[in-house]
């Protein structure tokens, strides 16, 4: 069990217990690296994972509806889900972001399926990873991996501007990983391997950054004038500071002014819980708690690159929250 203050107003704490047994797949059906996670308007959880069946969409009690996507895409990354209730799906193996109904219907595509711009030109894409949108509907796609560069669209998909370079400045990024905005059309980006989250208007202006984290990975901003932000931090990368503690990986809680809340950490869950290997994707629900994807299968193997995965490896969590 986590306790962390994730109301910002009154700084109400919280207590968060995972739910180990959470989601049940069909026989047979099995979920590597959940790339990302969204909730709906009917609290119906969608996992955008790298398996054979791309998009799963579970009910809040963790029972499998339905899976679409299959033959779509080539590896997910990025999920949001829109005020109506479609999703903006980010393939960064094809470069592309697809606007889909709930049942996977495709409405809308930007960018050239398995046709990136050149690397780092700044042209959209090369490699995109995530979505967001203002209030008025217009599109945030961070351009991620081969740029560095966030882009802005239309509602229908025309380009508005685009803002960023490679770099450490400010409006500078190192890895453009996640994007997300607040009710005001503040624009929220992860800029990953510089460890900070850069703020922006809505127009692309640099306003502020926050700090002290490690590697954001995962975004996920809650509704209101006074928002909570829930960032998953990927844990260290390197053999040489692997075994550090206290950076990582974890998930943190940020007020709407950066200040941070609380954290939840494998030190705070304990050894009974399974730990965080990689969060890479975070979405809550109407009742406060908490879905966690992470990439588990692509860090063990990039940290056991001679031993196939154990068998009990999850790359999904659910963490219940508890009113203290």
Known sequence: MASIETDAPTRTAYSYVMDKDW???????????AAAVAVDSKDRVYVFNRGEHPMIVFDREGRFLRSWGEGLFKRAHGLHIGPDDTLYCTDD?????????????????????????????????????????SPSGDIFVSDGYGNARVHKYAPNGRHIMSWGAPGTGPGEFNIVHNITCDDDGWVY????????IQVFNGAGRYETQWNNLHRPCGLCMTRGKRPVCYVGELGPGMPVNRDVPNIGPRLSVLA?????????????????????????????????????????????????????????????????????
Not at 23 to 33: F, N, R
Not at 101 to 128: A, H
Not at 292 to 300: A, K, N, P
């Open 23 to 33: 989601g049940k797949l069909p026989d047979g059906w099995a979920l590597t690296d």
């Open 93 to 133: 193996g094809d470069h592309t972001v697809r606007q889909c109904t709930p049942e996977g219907k495709v409405l809308l595509e930007i960018g050239l399926p398995d046709k990136p711009t050149p690397y780092m030109s700044g042209l959209p894409f090369n490699r995109c990873t995530h979505t967001a949108l």
């Open 189 to 196: 980006v992860a800029d990953r391997e510089n460890h900070r």
């Open 256 to 324: 709407h002014d950066g200040t941070l809340l609380g954290r939840v950490d494998n030190a705070q869950l304990g050894p009974a819980m399974d730990p965080f290997r990689a969060p890479h994707g975070v979405a809550i629900d109407s009742h406060g708690d908490l879905y966690v994807g992470e990439v588990s299968f692509t860090v063990w193997k990039s940290e056991h690159p001679d031993q196939p995965p154990p068998p009990g490896l999850r790359s999904l969590r659910k963490l219940v929250r508890q009113p203290q």
